[in-house]
């Protein structure tokens, strides 16, 4: 079996800089992605518009062109795809990896990594590899929240699109920009929205055009709002809401991107005093997602008390010997620190330490 240079987990934006990165320094890579192409804006609501401009999404040194300020969705997978087409870069789609071991061989550390991985459709592969860069993002992997009936069919981590839910009463669970473009979006298309947060007010690091939207349609009542309330059970057709006396501090101080929004103070709303129940035709649970830990730990990353993977700030690499992390992998519970803009240029600093060792 043939062994590669570099493998890449995930072809976000991260792992596409670090594959250029690779391809530039005539290393030999393969990236694998367990979806399609920058999965994680894939999965972004069709209608998205993206919080910074197109400059400071663009890798590879070439130009993001939007005729917009804030670039949409649909134009950043357009962006990407190019991306991949001018750097002609190897990519396997729908191979999701499964293990990540290490092997004795010619590697870092006298090692070489075996990496597992199997498709959609059941096919097993198996690569080797002398280094490995963890690009994996977060987004594939919602935070659960636990309760009873989070696994019924009109429950949903992710939004998408407002028209299914016409004249339907929907019970939003989250204070940050999911969840308020969600709530607004819906309430305009004639569903009866229900804003559910933990806090007693939503998160700062609302997007500075969406948040008097989202505090106005509160305040006149057109979306209903629960503060410092947590879920405490779904049912088919409804849900439970009781108090929440206090916001896990593991949450506290999540930066906020430098745009402003940081300086706004909400009023402080007064939750329930008692458990209520509210009911609901579909639920959205958009509580935030976190980078894939488990296969971390199998690999042999140890983890901090913000759940983020141990690395060296400058290289990126682990406690493991040749196996990086890069993006938003690296952000544990902290997923407010790496954005597209910054994760960008960290294949690019890793793919430098790796061929420095030639």
């Not at 860069?133 to 069919?153: F, K, Q, S, T, W």
């Not at 204070?175 to 607004?184: I, K, M, W």
């Not at 990126?316 to 952000?331: K, R, Y």
């Not at 620190?337 to 790796?354: M, S, Y």
């Amino acid at each position: 079996m043939s062994v590669r240079d570099v493998i890449i987990v995930g072809a976000g934006p991260s792992g596409l800089s670090a594959a250029i990165a690779c391809k530039q320094r005539g290393l030999d890579y393969q990236v694998l992605e367990q979806g399609v192409l920058v999965n994680s804006i894939y999965r972004f609501p069709p209608q998205m518009v993206f919080f910074t401009t197109p400059e400071l999404l663009e890798i590879g040194g070439l130009p993001f062109m939007s005729p917009y300020d804030k670039p949409t969705r649909g134009e950043a997978l357009n962006y990407y795809r190019k991306v991949v087409d001018a750097y002609d870069l190897q990519i396997c789609c729908d191979e999701q990896v499964l293990s990540i071991e290490r092997e004795p061989g010619p590697g870092a550390d006298g090692h070489l990594f075996a990496v597992e991985t199997r498709s959609s459709k059941g096919i097993r592969r198996a690569r080797l590899a002398r280094h490995v860069i963890l690009a994996v993002g977060y987004y594939d992997h919602p935070v659960m929240i636990g309760v009873p009936g989070e696994d019924l069919p009109h429950v949903r981590h992710y939004y998408t699109e407002p028209h299914p839910h016409y004249r339907q009463r929907v019970v939003v669970v989250g204070g940050g920009n999911s969840a308020a473009e969600a709530s607004l979006e819906m309430y305009r298309a004639g569903a009866r929205v229900t804003l559910v947060h933990r806090a007693p007010t939503l998160k700062p690091s609302i997007k500075y055009w969406v948040r008097p939207d989202i505090e106005n349609r509160i305040k006149e009542g057109s979306i209903a709002a629960q503060f410092s309330a947590v879920i405490k059970e779904i049912r088919p057709t409804s849900v439970v809401v009781a108090p929440c006396r206090a916001v896990p501090s593991i949450e506290a101080d999540v930066p906020v991107p430098p745009d402003g929004s940081a300086g706004y103070v909400a009023p402080t709303r007064v939750g329930p005093s008692s458990e209520q129940e509210i009911p609901a035709d579909a639920v959205y649970l958009l509580t935030g997602y976190r980078a894939d830990t488990e296969l971390m730990a199998r690999a042999g990353i140890e983890l901090t008390a913000r759940h983020g993977p141990v690395h060296d700030r400058e290289t990126f690499e682990t406690n493991v010997p040749g196996l990086f992390v890069a993006g938003g992998a690296i952000a544990g519970v902290d997923t407010g620190t790496i954005f597209i803009e910054n994760g960008r240029f960290h294949g690019e600093k890793i793919v430098e330490v790796i061929a420095r060792r030639g």
